[in-house]
Nanobody, 114 residues
Framework: QVHLVESGGGSVQAGGSLRLSCLASGRIFSINRMGWYRQAPGKRRESVAR???????NYTDSVKGRFTISRDNAKNTVYLQMNSLKPEDTAVYYCNLYSLREYWGQGTQVTVSS
């Protein structure tokens, strides 16, 4: 079993920054993909950023140039540095790991006020 624990959410004003962290534990294969998804009230969950164990990254268009995903394979941790935050970034952010199957964290709230 794999467990994902997120941290780093909170409330900021527009233009501010937050850094999310996600620690994965359990039986994790070396070849995997980790990422961040978000879900705003009344909307579907969407992919924000993803990174493979080789360091290949993918971002949704709305966060390109503002968010940076990174990972520390030795610590099984993925990070999301979020800069220039906008009110529309407000959502619950979920950590995701894909390795033979998908695993999800419990989510952390990010609130951006105007």
């Amino acid at each position: 079993q794999v467990h994902l624990v997120e941290s780093g959410g909170g409330s900021v004003q527009a233009g501010g920054s937050l850094r999310l962290s996600c620690l994965a534990s359990g039986r994790i294969f070396s070849i995997n993909r980790m990422g961040w998804y978000r879900q705003a009230p009344g909307k579907r969950r969407e992919s924000v950023a993803r990174i493979t164990n080789f360091g290949n990254t993918n971002y949704t268009d709305s966060v390109k140039g503002r968010f940076t995903i990174s990972r520390d394979n030795a610590k099984n941790t993925v990070y999301l540095q979020m800069n220039s935050l906008k009110p529309e970034d407000t959502a619950v952010y979920y950590c995701n790991l894909y390795s033979l199957r998908e695993y999800w964290g419990q989510g952390t709230q990010v609130t951006v006020s105007s």
